[in-house]
């Protein structure tokens, strides 16, 4: 790969800038895409943002940026995405900084931003270089997410109509299932989620078969009935649904008919059942009846040590005496049974009968 170093002044950089659907994201007279399709989103926060201006006044130097150069001689922002674009929406009017508009700046304030200069690097290759590259000089950077490093690699119309969909702010997923699925949109969590459900994890395989669809439709109306089939199964939203792998679970349940009624009073009772400390796994619990979900709660220390003192370290099942380290506590009455994990509902066994009693209710 070829690579060059320029001094290029933010005049230049900011010259035709363009924010748009249409047109994307273009700035140096229109000849520099600021954000190909294998950029993230602008995530930088006010805070970020109003930093590389301050930098910028201040005259002290920002970090150096990449772009690539393209055979038509129009160029690609490789590595410098957010710094650019913070600059540029200031001097384009999109926010203030300290209560200042840039059009409210004396000629001197302006000038000193405009005719800051930026280092740039220019560099060519093929788009296995620009790539590699691109993965490389991010490393330092706001660390890329999974999914970022996959749009690098999959672009095409199948991405950009799924992106659309899934990895804008305030798109259409996010309004649909926010109560539901974690993570940001424009960190490509929402994208990342569909397919994972979708797909049984293996999220390149899907992206690598689907490149060149003309759009994600199928996706879409994948994640569209999982929500919908969370709202109808569960009719009671608490806040202990969101970042369940839901996906997973209709994928196995969406044509099994449950009582909704049923379900609700069963979650209600679970949630205020205090031996259930895992909240948030009733939901698969009351599908899959599992119990490993609920990660119920075992015997203190302290009691097995009172029961195993009042059985005087004999285990009541087969009559013989043990070293506490050698038995297991038990409930008397299990937990689905309606027993609970307190000091009379404990028994200590060997681990023997421990296995038999077990093995017997199992």
Not at 212 to 228: G, R, S
Not at 229 to 254: D, H, P, Q, S
Request: overall charge negative; aromatic content about 12%; hydrophobic content about 35%.
């Amino acid at each position: 790969m070829k690579i060059e170093l320029h001094e290029i002044t933010i005049k230049e950089i900011a010259s035709a800038y363009v924010d748009n659907a249409e047109e994307g994201v273009k700035g140096y007279g229109g000849l520099l895409n600021i954000r190909p399709k294998y950029q993230r989103e602008f995530v930088y926060d006010e805070a970020k943002r109003n930093a590389v201006l301050d930098t910028i006044n201040k005259g002290f130097p920002l970090n150096v940026m990449y772009w690539v150069k393209n055979e038509d001689g129009t160029f690609e922002v490789l590595d410098g995405q957010q710094r650019t674009i913070s600059f540029c929406q200031y001097i384009n009017g999109d926010f203030s900084l300290n209560n200042k508009a840039f059009h409210n700046l004396t000629t001197t304030e302006q000038n000193r931003i405009l005719d800051y200069k930026c280092m740039v690097y220019f560099c060519e290759g093929n788009d296995l270089e620009k790539l590699e590259w691109f993965k490389t000089i991010n490393i330092a950077g706001e660390k890329l997410t999974d999914q970022e490093l996959r749009n690098a690699v999959y672009t095409g119309e199948w991405l950009t109509n799924a992106k659309s969909k899934f990895s804008k702010s305030n798109c259409a997923a996010y309004l649909l299932a926010n109560k539901y699925v974690n993570g940001s949109p424009i960190r490509q969590d929402y994208l990342e989620t569909a397919i994972l459900w979708l797909n049984n994890g293996e999220i390149e395989k899907y992206m690598s078969i689907h490149q060149h669809d003309h759009n994600a439709n199928e996706l879409w109306t994948y994640f569209l009935n999982v929500i919908n089939w969370v709202e109808n199964t569960f009719t009671n939203y608490r806040k202990e649904m969101k970042g369940i792998n839901w996906g997973a679970l209709y994928n196995i349940y969406k044509d099994k008919q449950f009582d909704t009624v049923a379900l609700e009073e069963d979650i209600k009772r679970l949630m205020l059942d205090d031996d259930v400390k895992n909240k948030k796994g009733i939901y698969t619990y009351v599908l899959t009846r599992n119990e490993k979900h609920l990660n119920i709660r075992a015997f203190s220390e302290n009691e097995k040590r009172q029961t195993y003192e009042k059985q005087n370290g004999v285990c009541p099942d087969c009559g013989l005496s043990f070293d506490i380290t050698a038995m297991e506590a038990h409930h008397i009455k299990r937990w689905v049974d309606g027993g609970h994990t307190t000091l009379d509902n404990c028994v200590m066994l060997c681990k023997e009968c421990h296995d038999k009693r077990h093995n017997h209710n199992n």
